[in-house]
């Protein structure tokens, strides 16, 4: 009961089933897991409910705990989320948004905030930008901002919506890196990632989701396999194992008449 | 060493702009004021008219900051989403139509019906937000909506109303500080004191929704509760604000924009910058609506609009340059 349990959780847009009935194995502390899938595969659909910002059916626990009950406040110490971008044209400061994130649902924190948050911004690496306005920042930057804010309140949960997607290599490496770190730390980390050979080559368990329901689970090798790609994306891949059992993905194309499901 | 020096800078921002516009406020208080002499003018005619014009400014802006934060647009202020033109059709009612609660005495009867109205359109409008699963978007129209609707009823009291009533009906809704009383001072001074520990209470809040929506709650926030409470103080402030003085545009929308620019949008130092440049911009549009023509004193709200629109647009378009 020390996981992330998503039990028979179905969700719709409007008459537009988006998740039916998805149960996942439980997701454990010290694990990244990658939600991947196609466009419209329901990952970022299933990131919303677990951080509860989306109404579902089902249930979803921590520790054996419905989040659906939880009291707000005690859920945003518990949970951590960043959205796939910030809004743009905010004026706030890169530092007292990070406060904010720590202080907005709590009272306990005041004292340390100031520090606590200068210490996440060491840590990400991007101390040298807490006194810039957000609205004058390049969308890599404002992502590893909005991953600040995800962490500074040292969640039990880190959920992440494709994290990358505006970093260069090196930030990408960074913060995958550091994900890896998160999750050593005793933390569950779940990422929406759309680039599968940094999926295969950063995360414990790949859960692959197609048109809201589970495809398959488990660790990248057995979850990747190039005929599992064919149907899924509907590409020709190659998978080729690399030192410490781990495996990359290299993309030939698109396979003739597209996915297969 | 980089962690005092960005407590440090965020003393600056704070001390800096928040002290300078007080102290300016104050002479400005007292410049326009002693000169004109005797103690009788200053504190039965001159000193109601500019307290009254410092309090409407920081209610309209500070009702101006909180709306635009909750409803996540720059554009929205009391004037914008109809609680002026809905205080206009209740002062209209009294005016032309006679219509007052019974049990006022004559002087408060335009102001208390102009009250009425705007609460209740702030009211009506969180109702027909809330039955629509209530967005920000949804408000705005609502709001917009709301204000074309009052104008028409408006303008048609103005159509039936007599040479005398539409004469005074005109007057109110170019908004006049000359009517200014102690009592009303007091009422507006009161409601303003209620309603500011509330709104730096909610400071952080109000901070973390400029993240957005999901953020916020992310952060733990109880994003509909902040809406609805933000929404009651503004109606309350714009309410009492507008009644007391008529139709005064502007400063709610500039008196926030010019706070941005001066301190940023940490809540903690822009609700209470907006009060300040607010509580400035009507100061100043008061002693000028002497100046302008001597002897005359203009509807002030003339003067927000005429003089505050270029000086604004100043404002900005120095900003863009400054980047």
Avoid at chain 1, 113 to 131: K, N, T
């Amino acid at each position: 009961m020390s996981g992330l349990r998503i039990e028979n959780v179905s969700l719709r847009y409007g008459a537009r089933p988006i998740l039916r009935d998805l149960t996942l194995p439980e997701l454990c502390p010290g694990e990244v897991t990658v939600l991947a899938g196609p466009n419209a595969a329901g990952k970022s659909t299933l990131l919303r409910a677990i951080a509860q910002l989306a109404p579902y059916r089902g249930r979803i626990t921590l520790e054996g705990e419905d989040l659906a009950r939880m009291p707000l406040r005690r859920r945003a110490r518990l949970i951590g989320v960043m959205p796939q971008a910030l809004p743009a044209g905010s004026s706030l400061v890169v530092l007292e948004s990070v406060i904010a994130a720590l202080r907005a649902g709590s009272d306990g924190f005041t004292r340390k905030a100031d520090a606590q948050a200068m210490a996440v911004l060491d840590r990400l690496g991007i101390a040298d930008l807490a006194m810039e306005p957000l609205d004058q920042l390049s969308g890599g930057q404002r992502q590893m901002v909005s991953l600040a804010q995800a962490i500074v309140r040292d969640p039990r949960v880190l959920l992440l919506d494709e994290p990358t997607s505006a970093l260069d290599l090196a930030r990408q490496v960074r913060l995958l890196g550091e994900l890896r770190a998160l999750a050593g730390e005793g933390r569950i980390v779940v990422a929406v990632l759309h680039d599968l050979a940094m999926a295969a080559q950063w995360a414990d368990r790949i859960v692959l989701l197609h048109r809201g329901e589970l495809h398959s689970s488990g660790p990248p090798a057995t979850v990747l396999t190039p005929d599992l790609l064919a149907r899924v994306y509907g590409v020709r891949a190659r998978v080729e194992r690399c030192s410490q059992g781990r495996i990359t993905v290299l993309i030939d194309g698109e396979v003739q008449g597209g996915p297969r499901l | 060493m980089a962690l005092i020096a960005a407590l440090g800078v965020v003393l600056d921002l704070m001390t800096g702009p928040a002290g300078l516009p007080l102290s300016e406020t104050l002479r400005a208080l007292t410049g326009g004021e002693v000169a004109r002499g005797t103690a009788v003018i200053v504190w039965q005619v001159r000193l109601p008219v500019a307290v009254l014009a410092l309090l409407v400014g920081a209610a309209l802006a500070l009702s101006g900051a909180e709306m635009q934060t909750v409803l996540e647009n720059p554009l929205a202020e009391p004037f914008t989403l109809g609680v002026s033109a809905a205080a206009a059709l209740g002062a209209a009612t009294a005016i032309v139509l006679g219509l007052t609660l019974p049990w006022l005495p004559a002087q408060w009867s335009i102001s208390a019906n102009a009250f009425l109205f705007a609460l209740g359109a702030l009211a009506l409008l969180q109702l027909l937000g809330r039955l629509r699963g209530g967005g920000p978007e949804v408000l705005i129209l609502f709001g917009i909506a709301l204000n074309f609707a009052a104008g028409a009823f408006l303008s048609i009291l103005q159509f039936v109303a007599s040479a005398d009533a539409l004469q005074q009906l005109v007057f109110w809704t170019m908004g006049s500080l000359a009517s200014a009383t102690w009592q009303g001072v007091a009422a507006l001074a009161l409601v303003l004191a209620a309603c500011i520990p509330f709104s730096l209470r909610a400071a952080w809040q109000l901070t973390a929704l400029r993240m957005g929506e999901d953020q916020a709650r992310s952060f733990g926030v109880d994003v509909d509760a902040l809406r609805r409470w933000t929404l009651l103080r503004v109606s309350l402030l714009a309410a009492t604000a507008v009644s007391l003085v008529g139709v005064i545009g502007f400063v709610g929308l500039a008196g926030p924009h010019i706070a941005r620019m001066l301190v940023g949008e940490d809540h903690r130092f822009f609700l209470p910058a907006s009060i300040l440049t607010g509580a400035l911009v009507m100061s100043l549009a008061s002693t000028l609506s002497k100046m302008v023509v001597p002897g005359v004193l203009l509807p002030v709200g003339l003067v927000t609009s005429l003089i505050g629109l270029p000086v604004f647009f100043w404002l900005i378009l120095r900003g863009r340059a400054r980047r």
